[in-house]
């Protein structure tokens, strides 16, 4: 199996190289830090799984999945981080990632999830469903970060992802990122919802 490791942390990169090295099952590993990097490498060579950091130093992993898929249809992808909130591994799944790995799982659930994902099945750490299961049957009313209330208010106010990017000096694709992690945590379909819904629990001021 050859594995191509993406993050923008050397010490990660390097602690998870000497690891997999270890596993019989291993032909190859090789790192990259950057997204550039990693464009060059998958045009040039093949691999059978990525480990993609979510938040790959400029890059969001959920917005460059799309890109890398095309180039590499057959490599399976799992995301690797340190965030283990229901939203964020919800909407890495939505995005197409193929299995979920937090940067504090052991080798038992990173051997399981490489060999997992290239039988064609879908890998979870233990700790990621828990994480998961636990804060998606929690009744407890909706937690948004002060960027995704301040968003949030921004849609009520009806501007345009173009303005609510210029008036926080964000880009349009981190805005939009934003409004689908928004719209996941209050569970609606469109924007029409996610107003009414951020309304009725008092999220915003009207």
Known sequence: MKILLADDHFLVLDGLEVLLSTFEFVKKTQSVLNYMELKEILMKENFDVLLLDIHFGKHDGREIIGE??????????????????????KSSVN??????????????????ALKAVTNNEKYFSPKTQQV????????????LTEREKEILQLIVQEKTTKEIA?????????????????????????????????????????
Request: glycine fraction near 6%; charged fraction near 25%; charge should be positive.
């Open 68 to 89: 890398i898929k095309q180039l590499v249809p057959s490599m399976k992808i799992i995301a690797l981080t340190s965030h283990s909130d229901s939203v964020t591994i």
């Open 95 to 112: 995005a197409g990632f193929d299995g979920y790995l937090l940067k504090i799982d052991g080798r038992e659930d990173i051997e399981k």
């Open 132 to 143: 998961f299961f636990e804060t998606h049957t929690a009744k407890n009313k909706v937690e």
């Open 166 to 206: 210029d008036l926080l000096c964000l880009s349009e694709k981190t805005i939009e990122t934003h409004r689908g992690n928004i719209m996941l945590k209050l569970e609606v379909r469109n924007i029409a919802g996610m107003v009414k819904k951020a309304i009725m629990q008092g999220l915003v001021n009207v």
